[in-house]
């Protein structure tokens, strides 16, 4: 084996047991379209920032290179035949996704020079643990609560590169304070079997040396005298910093690879998933794709940041963005409440932070967006969702959140992409938590919005609204008809028998058996007539102890009630299940007119599925429940 030093790094392949082709399964997911590369990319350089306590400042780069100043451009050449060669001749036919990836990269190797995308941060640096963390999914030594994570979402940066061959390099201090340099790299191509029939991995590293050690966690594994090509890239960073370099950059797979429609791409993907960050100069991006360093850049920052937003204001308003990613609609609400809201003090802890502004009637939803460390997550809170305001003035929100307990939940619950809310991720405890911290918030904003007085409001069907401020109970009136589930002295009405391959059993006429009616107040959701789902938010009111069960059923709206003499008999929906949270009941084959769940103190959220067809566009639909008990 040929001795090596410093400056001389490698790319590694080391040997494995199975074979893999170039489709990879962990990068089949990412298609290199900037949404993902971008935000990854920033997250981390945002946290980088947080973590060194400065403005992050993150600048995009394009340079082109010969091939030869690729670092471990020998080694990845070598790798490529002979992956190639090895899949080729296996006697299968390539998919064609695998054909493409090898396509890709033949036609890059066919020219002098490589395009290459880098990102550069003026962050903390990639210290050699966190080196070790970014090359090795599943092993991440992220800070808790950052805005972004090494895990497996640094596998995003190799949709950009056609090479599949992703660059790193950085400044940090040590222990002692002094400046230290430090890179590494990962291709991922194929494996192949070598004349011994060993199988060499898919996988490569840019290291100081060969070797089985590759990751035995020695800091001083990672090359620190750097190639050219990354001790220039670091020239760019001050103090401390980190370069991301994407080699083979494909112009994130867009029809034509045109500069300026890539800048204006990243330009865009920053300023709707940090325009809070952006907007309270916490982070700033310059743009540069041409060769000519000397031009004008492109900025994202506090002063450009609307002149962004404002030509994507109406995209995905009619559905939501695709993969749960913010639309432009969603990020210019959120930017004209940052900059026009009022601030709502009234809530403890201080570490959440609540701007507020009406909206015109009619114009919009209400809706609410949540930040965390500058970065936007949801759109879509639990228990914040637009449903929830359905009786209150519309507005639009946001909550920014830097540190604290609610900050942590939305950090545990959030999952690797950054993005939604998963409080299935939570224990049973932070998830009561969660639930809490939005009910606190929900009952701010709605006292902040007020009663709308508006005949089209949706409101819990046991109330009803009179001119002026007022609002009372609907009155019970003493009915001579049947009474909701049942007959007047609370005993189901029975037909014939039916006899359906497990014996015969009573049959009932499409009546759930009797019982009292709890103090319930709900409120009906858009209905999906194609899913045959009603969303609900059910809300019980009376005294809740360890016996206490609500028969929750389904109605059809027959225009007869309470005060007529002789109304019409109720027609109830057959039920499939009702799931909330993560919870879920099932009906039974001898009563699927009811489901039966155990209330909570707050405000719950149901999906009720109905049987098939049970539901259609001429139905008028209503929540009717009845008090159940266990026996002790």
């Given at each position: 084996?040929?001795?090596?030093?410093?400056?001389?790094?490698?790319?590694?392949?080391?040997y494995t047991n199975r074979e893999v082709g170039f489709t990879n399964p962990s990068l089949a997911q990412y298609d290199g379209s900037p949404e993902p590369v971008v935000r990854e990319l920033l997250?981390?350089?945002?946290?980088?920032?947080?973590?060194?306590?400065?403005?992050?400042?993150?600048?995009?780069?394009?340079?082109?290179?010969?091939?030869?100043?690729?670092?471990?451009?020998?080694?990845?050449?070598?790798?490529?035949?002979?992956?190639?060669?090895?899949?080729?001749?296996?006697?299968?036919?390539?998919?064609?996704?695998?054909?493409?990836?090898?396509?890709?990269?033949?036609?890059?190797?066919?020219?002098?020079?490589?395009?290459?995308?880098?990102?550069?941060?003026?962050?903390?640096?990639?210290?050699?643990?966190?080196?070790?963390?970014?090359?090795?999914?599943?092993?991440?030594?992220?800070?808790?609560?950052?805005?972004?994570?090494?895990?497996?979402?640094?596998?995003?940066?190799?949709?950009?590169?056609?090479?599949?061959?992703?660059?790193?390099?950085?400044?940090?201090?040590?222990?002692?304070?002094?400046?230290?340099?430090?890179?590494?790299?990962?291709?991922?191509?194929?494996?192949?079997?070598?004349?011994?029939?060993?199988?060499?991995?898919?996988?490569?590293?840019?290291?100081?040396?060969?070797?089985?050690?590759?990751?035995?966690?020695?800091?001083?594994?990672?090359?620190?005298?750097?190639?050219?090509?990354?001790?220039?890239?670091?020239?760019?960073?001050?103090?401390?910093?980190?370069?991301?370099?994407?080699?083979?950059?494909?112009?994130?797979?867009?029809?034509?690879?045109?500069?300026?429609?890539?800048?204006?791409?990243?330009?865009?993907?920053?300023?709707?998933?940090?325009?809070?960050?952006?907007?309270?100069?916490?982070?700033?991006?310059?743009?540069?794709?041409?060769?000519?360093?000397?031009?004008?850049?492109?900025?994202?920052?506090?002063?450009?940041?609307?002149?962004?937003?404002?030509?994507?204001?109406?995209?995905?308003?009619?559905?939501?963005?695709?993969?749960?990613?913010?639309?432009?609609?969603?990020?210019?609400r959120a930017y004209e409440t940052l900059t026009l809201g009022e601030d709502i003090t009234n809530l403890e802890p201080d570490d959440i932070f609540i701007k507020f502004r009406p909206l015109s009637?009619?114009?919009?939803?209400?809706?609410?967006?949540?930040?965390?460390?500058?970065?936007?997550?949801?759109?879509?809170?639990?228990?914040?969702?637009?449903?929830?305001?359905?009786?209150?003035?519309?507005?639009?929100?946001?909550?920014?959140?830097?540190?604290?307990?609610?900050?942590?939940?939305?950090?545990?619950?959030?999952?690797?992409?950054?993005?939604?809310?998963?409080?299935?991720?939570?224990?049973?405890?932070?998830?009561?938590?969660?639930?809490?911290?939005?009910?606190?918030?929900?009952?701010?904003?709605?006292?902040?919005?007020?009663?709308?007085?508006?005949?089209?409001?949706?409101?819990?069907?046991?109330?009803?609204?009179?001119?002026?401020?007022?609002?009372?109970?609907?009155?019970?009136?003493?009915?001579?008809?049947?009474?909701?589930?049942?007959?007047?002295?609370?005993?189901?009405?029975?037909?014939?028998?039916?006899?359906?391959?497990?014996?015969?059993?009573?049959?009932?006429?499409?009546?759930?058996?009797?019982?009292?009616?709890?103090?319930?107040?709900?409120?009906?959701?858009?209905?999906?007539?194609?899913?045959?789902?009603?969303?609900?938010?059910?809300?019980?009111?009376?005294?809740?102890?360890?016996?206490?069960?609500?028969?929750?059923?389904?109605?059809?709206?027959?225009?007869?009630?309470?005060?007529?003499?002789?109304?019409?008999?109720?027609?109830?929906?057959?039920?499939?299940?009702?799931?909330?949270?993560?919870?879920?009941?099932?009906?039974?084959?001898?009563?699927?007119?009811?489901?039966?769940?155990?209330?909570?103190?707050?405000?719950?959220?149901?999906?009720?599925?109905?049987?098939?067809?049970?539901?259609?566009?001429?139905?008028?639909?209503?929540?009717?429940?009845?008090?159940?008990?266990?026996?002790?």
């Open positions: 084996m040929p001795p090596t030093t410093d400056r001389e790094p490698i790319l590694h392949f080391g997250q981390n350089c945002l946290d980088a920032a947080d973590r060194a306590k400065r403005r992050g400042v993150v600048t995009f780069l394009k340079w082109t290179v010969a091939n030869e100043e690729l670092p471990g451009w020998i080694e990845y050449l070598n790798k490529f035949r002979s992956a190639k060669l090895h899949r080729l001749t296996r006697g299968e036919d390539l998919a064609p996704d695998e054909r493409r990836v090898i396509e890709k990269i033949d036609a890059l190797l066919e020219t002098e020079t490589i395009p290459m995308l880098m990102c550069i941060d003026n962050g903390i640096g990639l210290l050699p643990e966190r080196m070790f963390s970014l090359l090795n999914p599943g092993h991440t030594r992220n800070v808790q609560g950052g805005a972004g994570s090494f895990g497996v979402g640094h596998l995003t940066a190799f949709g950009a590169s056609d090479l599949r061959y992703v660059l790193y390099a950085a400044k940090y201090l040590d222990d002692a304070k002094r400046e230290q340099k430090i890179c590494s790299g990962h291709a991922v191509l194929a494996t192949h079997r070598t004349q011994k029939a060993e199988v060499v991995s898919e996988d490569g590293y840019l290291l100081k040396s060969r070797g089985q050690k590759a990751f035995s966690g020695e800091s001083d594994f990672y090359p620190s005298n750097l190639p050219p090509l990354l001790e220039e890239a670091l020239e760019f960073v001050d103090k401390t910093g980190s370069v991301v370099c994407m080699a083979g950059f494909n112009h994130f797979n867009q029809d034509s690879a045109d500069d300026a429609a890539t800048e204006l791409a990243i330009s865009r993907v920053a300023a709707m998933n940090f325009v809070d960050a952006i907007n309270t100069k916490k982070l700033s991006v310059n743009i540069h794709l041409v060769e000519d360093h000397r031009q004008q850049v492109t900025k994202v920052d506090s002063s450009t940041l609307g002149a962004t937003l404002y030509p994507v204001r109406d995209e995905n308003r009619s559905r939501s963005p695709r993969g749960g990613f913010i639309g432009g609609a969603d990020a210019f009637e009619g114009t919009e939803r209400s809706k609410v967006h949540l930040f965390r460390k500058g970065m936007w997550i949801t759109s879509k809170v639990p228990r914040l969702e637009s449903g929830a305001f359905g009786d209150v003035n519309q507005f639009d929100a946001t909550i920014s959140l830097s540190s604290g307990q609610f900050e942590q939940l939305v950090w545990s619950a959030e999952g690797p992409e950054h993005r939604g809310l998963e409080p299935t991720r939570l224990s049973s405890a932070e998830r009561k938590k969660l639930r809490e911290f939005t009910t606190k918030i929900a009952d701010v904003l709605r006292v902040r919005a007020g009663k709308r007085m508006n005949q089209d409001t949706t409101i819990f069907r046991d109330f009803a609204t009179v001119p002026g401020e007022a609002t009372h109970r609907i009155e019970k009136l003493k009915r001579d008809g049947p009474v909701s589930g049942g007959s007047q002295n609370g005993r189901g009405r029975k037909g014939g028998n039916k006899t359906n391959g497990k014996g015969s059993r009573p049959q009932t006429q499409g009546t759930p058996r009797g019982g009292n009616i709890p103090d319930v107040g709900t409120s009906l959701l858009p209905i999906s007539v194609r899913t045959q789902v009603l969303e609900v938010d059910f809300k019980y009111r009376d005294t809740i102890t360890t016996k206490t069960r609500v028969g929750v059923r389904v109605t059809q709206l027959n225009g007869s009630d309470e005060s007529c003499t002789n109304p019409l008999q109720m027609k109830f929906l057959k039920i499939e299940r009702i799931e909330w949270e993560d919870q879920s009941e099932n009906s039974t084959d001898e009563n699927p007119w009811e489901v039966v769940i155990t209330p909570q103190e707050e405000t719950m959220r149901l999906r009720i599925h109905l049987e098939e067809d049970e539901l259609s566009d001429t139905n008028f639909v209503e929540i009717n429940s009845v008090r159940r008990t266990v026996a002790a």
